[in-house]
């Protein structure tokens, strides 16, 4: 006997709600810098619940923000402060300072758009 999967499965959230999703990822990244100042703690949270909001409703984090924050911990970061940054000769490398790990951004990566924004 064979079963139907039911199609609601893999479809993607409305237009509209994940319209919504990039914008409060956009206000918490926000936050997380203006909190990052008095505990960084809650600029981890707020990153964790971006990344939550991005994955429930199946949003790519800009690749400008995805560099704000350690993809080993997920801690908030910034540079000089909790990581450190340094280019390399075809990437960009962060070191993180809470679990002392690489992350490392190529240059060439016509995905991320770097070169436009900031
Ligand atoms: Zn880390």
Same mark, same amino acid.
């Given at each position: 006997?064979?079963?139907?999967?039911?199609?609601?499965?893999?479809?993607?959230?409305?237009?509209?709600?994940?319209?919504?999703? +990039?914008?409060?990822?956009?206000?918490?990244? &926000?936050?997380?810098?203006?909190?990052?100042?008095?505990?960084?703690? +809650?600029?981890?949270?707020?990153?964790?619940?971006?990344?939550?909001?991005?994955?429930?409703?199946?949003?790519?984090?800009?690749?400008?923000?995805? &560099?704000?924050?350690?993809?080993?911990?997920?801690?908030?970061?910034?540079?000089?402060?909790?990581?450190?940054? &340094? +280019?390399?000769?075809?990437?960009?490398?962060?070191?993180?300072?809470?679990? &002392?790990?690489?992350?490392?951004?190529?240059?060439?990566?016509?995905?991320?758009?770097?070169?436009?924004?900031?």
């Amino acid at each position: 006997m064979v079963f139907i999967m039911p199609l609601r499965k893999h479809r993607p959230k409305p237009l509209k709600q994940r319209r919504v999703a +990039l914008e409060r990822i956009e206000v918490l990244f &926000r936050e997380a810098d203006k909190a990052f100042k008095h505990s960084p703690a +809650l600029s981890n949270r707020y990153v964790g619940l971006a990344r939550r909001i991005a994955m429930k409703y199946k949003v790519r984090i800009r690749p400008v923000l995805k &560099r704000r924050f350690c993809k080993h911990c997920y801690s908030y970061l910034k540079p000089g402060v909790n990581c450190r940054v &340094r +280019l390399g000769e075809k990437q960009v490398v962060y070191f993180c300072f809470s679990c &002392r790990r690489f992350m490392r951004f190529p240059y060439k990566n016509k995905k991320s758009g770097l070169t436009t924004s900031k």
